[in-house]
């Protein structure tokens, strides 16, 4: 117990530092600072609750074992209170092993059509659905900040913001949840464009990143960046727009290209272009400072391909498997419909394994 005490108190000294910041108006005339220190709070919240209940228990648990001498009904508490310990230490040891300090975060999520052609850009669209419908249970918002549809109806690719509603708890946060759905997506199915009624296997990416709450938490020179305008485009490559309102952005140092063509204003579009290039950055910058984040990064798709797939919707048997965790179930249909959670809980769950594995 003294082991768990000295752990957490660094951090219970950093939650009452924060909440004293916090007090201060000053410090809510920076957004930026008063985002992060809230986030942070957050965070820290659940390691004072949790060593406030283990605290307690123990407490009660040294207090029964004194009296359990002189009174029987004390010494029939103490196993009960033994395990109430027990259960609490091991909530406190779960809290603080280190986690994701992005979980708290938005997330933007790129979704792009691969191997499969325009059945690919169905199914990329079929994911785009799946997750809004997720979105929505979860009571977060959606924004569509980049869109290029294809002739049929389908997405060659499509760039959703998917915020949370207020502050959250880190564990309760968009990126928390989105970021195992990084990678290759393969489905396999009777096209719409197939006459012949044979099961074709196609495949879409899926990349996620945390969104930039704050533009300087993000090194980002203005002439590292190429600014080019054009007319906008639909289906087939026609123009749509006779004013040049799409926009590329093109990042020198890295080679990361944005375009956005959704808006019919230049201005607006540029705006959706930086969230998306300073969303990229951030994970750049990320994998590059930190290995954990680095390792987490590169199991994201960088090619489309079916040989890296990191989950299988198969129609015929309304199944869809996980081949990272082992998940598998035959509710396809409702998982499309927006219920991921399952799904999503096999990787949290094999995450949470893994930290554990690594902090003993």
């Not at 648990?61 to 103490?78: H, I, K, S, Y």
């Not at 207020?166 to 195992?180: M, T």
């Not at 485009?233 to 006779?242: A, I, Y």
């Amino acid at each position: 117990m003294a082991e768990a005490f000295a752990a957490v108190q660094p951090l219970l000294d950093e939650y009452a530092d924060i909440e004293r910041q916090l007090a201060d108006p000053s410090v809510h005339g920076d957004a930026g600072r008063a985002r992060t220190l809230g986030r942070r709070f957050a965070e820290l919240g659940r390691v004072v609750a949790a060593h406030r209940a283990w605290s307690a228990a123990a407490e009660d648990l040294a207090a029964a074992r004194d009296m359990a001498g002189v009174d029987p009904e004390f010494a029939a508490e103490v196993p009960a209170l033994e395990a109430t310990v027990e259960e609490a230490t091991e909530t406190l040891r779960r809290i603080l092993i280190p986690r994701d300090p992005d979980d708290a975060r938005d997330a933007i999520l790129e979704i792009k059509s691969g191997e499969g052609g325009e059945e690919s850009a169905l199914f990329a669209g079929d994911l785009l659905r799946m997750y809004l419908k997720y979105a929505e249970s979860q009571g977060w918002k959606t924004e569509i900040l980049e869109s290029n549809h294809t002739d049929m109806g389908g997405y060659k690719d499509i760039s959703v913001a998917v915020k949370s509603s207020g502050a959250v708890q880190p564990e309760d946060g968009v990126w928390a949840h989105l970021k195992y759905e990084g990678g290759v997506h393969r489905v396999q199915r009777v096209p719409a464009t197939e006459s012949q009624g044979r099961i074709h296997t196609s495949a879409a990416g899926v990349l996620v990143f945390p969104e930039v709450e704050d533009v300087g938490e993000v090194e980002l020179d203005p002439n590292d960046v190429r600014v080019d305008v054009f007319r906008s485009s639909g289906p087939g490559g026609q123009s749509v727009n006779t004013t040049d309102s799409a926009v590329r952005l093109t990042h020198i140092p890295t080679g990361i290209v944005v375009s956005c063509q959704n808006e019919k204003s230049q201005l607006q579009n540029k705006e959706s272009a930086f969230r998306i290039l300073r969303a990229r950055l951030l994970a750049v910058q990320k994998e590059a400072a930190d290995a954990e984040a680095s390792d987490l990064r590169k199991s994201q798709v960088r090619t489309v391909d079916r040989s890296e797939r990191i989950r299988t919707y198969n129609y015929p048997e309304n199944r869809i498997a996980d081949h990272r965790t082992g998940y598998k179930s035959y509710n396809l249909d409702q998982v499309l419909e927006g219920a991921l959670g399952p799904v999503i809980q096999s990787a949290l769950d094999a995450d949470e394994a893994a930290r554990l594995a690594g902090a003993e």
